[in-house]
């Protein structure tokens, strides 16, 4: 207990600290909000536009923590009593759907949300409200391959060498497996298809990717020239100059909500409510749409920027991308991850 | 008894006030952590409430796993092996060095530690790749016609593990072989021995206390480096880090990522304490 007061106080001060470097304080004392967010993009993004508006608007300092999603489940799960080691959650489906499921979040007042209004349908629910959309469709290097068309291109002889695959153990990897896995006649049950797809492209496979981060070095190495991902990485890559176009597969986009979350024992529920209110404002999230962030808004009142509209299409198009049902996929999840380990064994 | 060192002798209760901070600290800090990891092993549930050898019967019954721990140890044995075929020749030249040179020597050996460990991981991709450094000059000389699979392969792996380990290997051999006599050396060739026979009869026994603590740093580190496995090596080759890292933190199935870590630690415990045995042998031999 006395280790997290201390914690808080230190987070408290080095807030006020660098706050009281950077600009003159409000004169009302700020309340901490502490909220984890992935690394890189995500936490430069909350704190280099989300957590200044916060201070000016609402006098609270908002802290951020960088943390995978599933490093926040185990965390909070690690910490079981006392106070909370941060008091909002940045999710993908998977680990959200864990966290709902072992009591880690509170249900979220409505009334305190008023930019729920303008959120997509099928964006939010009584856990967690979507701030970002991720779409996850192909990528690839048009000065050296084809343009793919669809999921069975990754295993078509003409890209033998230049693909990767991801397994389970990423969201993305998830639903793009669930999704090959249908192209070859499979379903959210049945991913026997993939299995077998991806066991005849392994002698032409050009790598088997563990996790997001080494796609993008392999892919600016030559290593590879098609995989699959969400438009964020390809958008990024894109921005730093490196040869790489979006392709939407002409089954259909999949795509999932970045949900924002309160912790079931966070102290400070009012200004939670606050920080997520201020994440889903229409300005805000126009905001965020700019490079090098580029959310894709889940606010229908943001009107999508070119670049975003020229990969996705529109808030409509987004509301009838491929939503999978994660209470089917995560039970599964582990025979998945233990099967994909065995099959692409060298 | 302890006359020459400068330090009063403190006497048994001052020696264990001395020791305290460390004790606590690797109490605190170590030994308290993996008796929890070992408790939270035993239990059959992943709320962790019902106590018994599930994790450790689920783990051992399935021969995946155990060719997974095996080419583990496997990947370790063969990186000790390619760097102490780096770190010997180094290690005489240090020795052999006037002090000018073993400065410089010493700065070049300890240069990979300075460097994070993921930036020197991510470094190898951009040596590795299909269009990486190494295959790009091969290709333009000529020396081979088509770009080499080195990423995600075995291979490739080890290569970059013997950089990044092979300080490990060499600090304590370069520390044995610096504190041998000089002396012996001229003995030797004085008895008639040449060049290769001081090598091998003198050099190389006197070096082993030195290259077994090596072996052990290096074989222990080059099992458990998830971050290097798991981006050089990619997805296609699974060891025993990846494996914990999955169950931990993907599936939150902690009671089976306890078990499989604690595994892993007896089964480099056991490698370690046979090391030792032998390192001891070969002190026994040299003077007796």
Redesign the interface.
């Known amino acids: 207990m006395s280790a997290n007061l201390g914690r808080r106080a230190a987070l408290a001060s080095a807030a006020f600290a660098v706050g009281g470097l950077a600009a003159p304080r409000p004169a009302a004392a700020a309340t901490t909000v502490v909220a984890a967010h992935y690394p890189n993009t995500w936490e430069t993004a909350y704190r280099t536009i989300v957590a200044p508006a916060l201070l000016r608007q609402h006098q609270i300092e908002l802290v951020v923590t960088p943390l ?1 999603a ?2 926040q ?2 965390r909070a ?1 690690a910490q079981p009593r006392g106070r909370p080691p941060f008091d909002c959650f940045c999710l993908d489906p998977g680990p959200r759907l ?1 966290a709902i499921e072992r009591g880690l979040v509170q249900r979220l007042d409505r009334a305190q949300l008023p930019n729920l209004a303008g959120i997509t349908p099928g964006f939010h629910d009584e856990f967690g409200v979507g701030v970002a959309v991720q779409v996850v469709g192909l990528a690839y290097n048009p000065k050296r391959v084809e343009r793919p068309t669809g999921w069975r291109d990754l295993f078509d002889a003409k890209y033998h060498g230049r693909v990767a ?3 389970f ?1 990423a969201t993305f990897g998830t639903v793009a497996m669930i999704e090959i896995a249908k192209a070859f006649g499979g379903s959210e049950t049945n991913m026997e298809p993939a299995f077998e797809q991806v066991r005849r492209l392994l002698p032409n496979v ?6 997001s ?2 796609l993008p ?2 892919f600016q ?3 590879v020239d098609i995989f699959y991902t969400n438009t964020n990485n390809v958008a990024a890559l894109k921005a730093r100059g490196v040869d790489i176009e979006f392709v939407q597969p002409d089954t259909g986009c999949p795509a999932f909500n970045t949900t924002l979350h309160i912790h079931t024992r966070s102290t400070v529920v009012a200004e939670a409510h606050r920080y997520i209110n201020t994440s889903i404002d229409p300005e805000m999230q126009a905001l965020l749409q700019q490079p090098p962030a580029m959310f894709i808004p889940t606010n229908m009142r943001t009107p999508l920027a070119p670049e975003v509209a020229a990969l996705v299409g529109s808030h409509d198009a987004m509301g009838r991308f491929i939503q999978h049902d994660w209470s089917v996929i995560n039970p599964q ?2 025979g998945w ?1 233990e099967r994909f ?2 099959e ?3 | 008894m302890g006359g020459s060192i400068a330090v009063p002798d403190a006497g048994r209760s001052g020696r264990m006030l001395l020791l305290a901070p460390m004790l606590l600290f690797f109490g605190a800090f170590f030994l308290a952590p993996l008796l929890l990891l070992v408790v939270v092993s035993f239990t059959n549930d992943q709320e962790m409430t019902v106590l018994g050898t599930a994790q450790f019967e689920k783990f051992l019954s399935d021969r ?1 796993n155990w060719r997974v721990l095996f080419e583990t140890l496997l990947l370790g044995a063969k990186v000790v092996a390619c760097t102490t075929l780096l770190a010997f020749p180094i290690a005489i030249l240090f020795v052999q060095a006037g002090p000018k040179l073993r400065r410089l020597l010493l700065m070049l050996i300890l240069l990979p530690l300075l460097t994070s460990v993921v930036v020197r991981t ?1 470094a190898w ?2 040596i590795l ?4 450094v190494v295959n790009s000059v091969l290709l333009s000389m000529g020396i081979i016609g088509a770009p080499l699979q080195l ?4 291979m490739g792996l080890i290569i970059a593990l013997m950089q990044i380990e092979l300080p490990l290997m060499l600090l304590p051999l370069v520390s044995v072989l610096s504190r041998m006599d000089p002396n012996l050396i001229a003995a030797s060739q004085a008895l008639g021995a040449g060049s290769w026979r001081t090598l091998r009869r003198v050099i190389l026994p006197l070096s082993l206390p030195g290259y077994a603590a090596g072996v052990l740093l290096v074989f222990a580190s080059a099992t458990a480096a998830f971050v290097s496995q ?2 050089i090596g ?5 060891y025993m880090p ?1 494996f914990v890292y ?1 169950q ?6 902690w009671p089976f990522a306890a078990a499989i870590s604690v595994i892993l630690v007896i089964a480099i415990s056991m490698v370690a304490v046979g090391v030792n045995q032998l390192g001891r042998t070969a002190r026994g031999n040299i003077h007796g």
Do not use: C
């Not at chain 1, 050009?206 to 996790?211: E, R, S």
């Not at chain 2, 990423?151 to 075995?154: C, G, I």
């Not at chain 2, 931990?248 to 199935?253: C, D, G, K, P």
């Open positions: 995978l599933f490093d489940v185990a799960l864990t695959l991801t397994g153990g050009g790598a088997v990717a563990l996790n981060s080494q070095a392999l190495q030559g290593q999840r582990p991850i380990n065995r692409v064994r060298t | 995946f991510f991709i951009v790749a299909r269009e990486g990423l995600h392969t075995e798991s981006v990619g997805g296609r080759l699974i990846v999955q931990a933190t993907t599936l939150f199935n």
